[in-house]
């Protein structure tokens, strides 16, 4: 099983980027995927997570209407596009996948259940 997120960088508050998590070595649209962060010194936070069908999507509060993420089962993919980004959504940003939408939901809010994880991708908000 392999998760690897991408398109992280140097934005500007207020920039946008859009993130990439390509999955290989499972059945890509048997799992729910989410994003999570993890800022210096903190904890790992989720982000969002989206459901096996791309139709069920759940975000944390601080993103909420700034964030959107989507996926393409047939390229085994999901995406985090982020717009209006903020100092504070500077950290390294990973995926992870669970074979249901309600474990992942819940991982959002409690940090754990997440059966597969991928290396993440440095964001930095900076002016």
């Known amino acids: 099983v392999q998760l690897q997120a991408s398109g992280g960088g140097l934005v500007q508050p207020g920039g946008s980027l859009r993130l990439s998590c390509a999955a290989s070595?499972?059945?890509?649209?048997?799992?729910?995927i989410g994003w999570f962060r993890q800022a210096p010194g903190k904890e790992r936070e989720g982000v969002a997570c989206i459901g096996q069908s791309g139709i069920s999507k759940n975000y944390v509060d601080s993103v909420k209407g700034r964030f959107t993420i989507s996926r393409d089962n047939a390229n085994n993919t999901v995406y985090l596009q982020m717009n209006g980004l903020r100092f504070e959504d500077t950290a390294v940003y990973s995926c992870?996948?669970?074979?249901?939408?309600?474990?992942?939901?819940?991982?959002?809010?409690?940090?754990?259940?997440?059966?597969?994880w991928g290396k993440g991708t440095q964001v930095t908000v900076s002016s």
């Open positions: 992870a996948a669970t074979i249901t939408y309600l474990k992942c939901y819940n991982a959002l809010r409690w940090n754990y259940g997440m059966d597969y």
């Open positions: 070595g499972f059945t890509f649209d048997d799992y729910a």
